[in-house]
């Protein structure tokens, strides 16, 4: 089966570092996207990996080990308007997307 | 650029009630469209996928069914809404080109309350 794993929810402090890990088991691979969906909106596409390594974009990075069928969406310096849910998605066939991780950014 | 649109963007209907959500993108040719639908707290659930006109694929069987009647327009529909069908209605595009693993673009969404 396809499965795909986050954390439901994480707290940071505004101006801190956060990581937010992604766990997948699909039966292909084609790539790796991390969307952000503040709420009520629509998700926005902020990354994308289909080879092993870091992937640098501003404040925001990804990593991707297709070994261990893991990634990671690394958060720097972060600002309130960061709050939101970061979306995994894998790409077997079609995209497969986990539930989402809820990032609260505290004062 | 490209852009995407949907309407409405708020929705109210009784069970029993036909819907009918509208998609059109902009700016590009031939794009793979997608309808999605996000119930609240979940991740998101592809309902349908075209490649061109006329050429819908299902992925999960429902009481909804799609259309694509022009290159740029998509269309949801139902003939009797169940209260399950409430959600978040997404729809997204990507390049066609034939590659399958193109970058997704979102519409605003159709929030769908079924009462």
């Known amino acids: 089966g396809q499965n795909i794993d986050q954390p439901t929810e994480m707290t940071a402090t505004e101006g801190a570092i956060v990581q937010i890990n992604c766990t997948y088991q699909?039966?292909?691979?084609?790539?790796l996207f991390w969307y952000q969906q503040h709420a009520g909106e629509a998700p926005t596409f902020l990354s994308y990996?289909?080879l092993d390594g870091l992937e640098e974009k501003g404040r925001f990075s990804s990593f991707l080990s297709r070994s261990k069928g893991y990634s990671y969406l690394l958060l720097k310096e972060l600002q309130m308007k960061d709050s939101a849910s970061y979306l995994c998605?894998?790409?077997?066939?079609?995209?497969?997307w986990g539930a989402g991780t809820k990032l609260i950014i505290k004062p | 650029s490209q852009t995407i649109h949907q309407w409405p963007a708020t929705l109210v209907q009784p069970v029993g009630s036909p819907l009918s959500l509208e998609c059109t993108v902009e700016?590009?040719?031939?794009?793979?469209l997608y309808w999605y639908r996000q119930a609240a707290g979940r991740g998101l659930q592809l309902l349908f996928y075209?490649?061109?006109?006329?050429?819908i694929s299902s992925e999960v069987p429902q009481n909804l069914s799609a259309s694509r009647p022009q290159d740029r327009q998509f269309i949801l529909s139902s003939k009797k809404l169940l209260l399950s069908d409430s959600g978040f209605y997404l729809c997204?595009?990507?390049?066609?080109?034939?590659?399958?693993?193109?970058?997704?673009?979102f519409g605003p969404g159709t929030r769908l309350t079924v009462l």
């Open positions: 990996n289909v």
């Open positions: 700016g590009t040719s031939n794009p793979n």
């Open positions: 997204a595009w990507a390049k066609g080109e034939g590659s399958v693993t193109d970058t997704q673009y």
């Open positions: 998605a894998v790409y077997p066939y079609q995209l497969i």
């Open positions: 075209s490649v061109g006109i006329g050429q």
């Open positions: 699909t039966s292909g691979f084609n790539g």
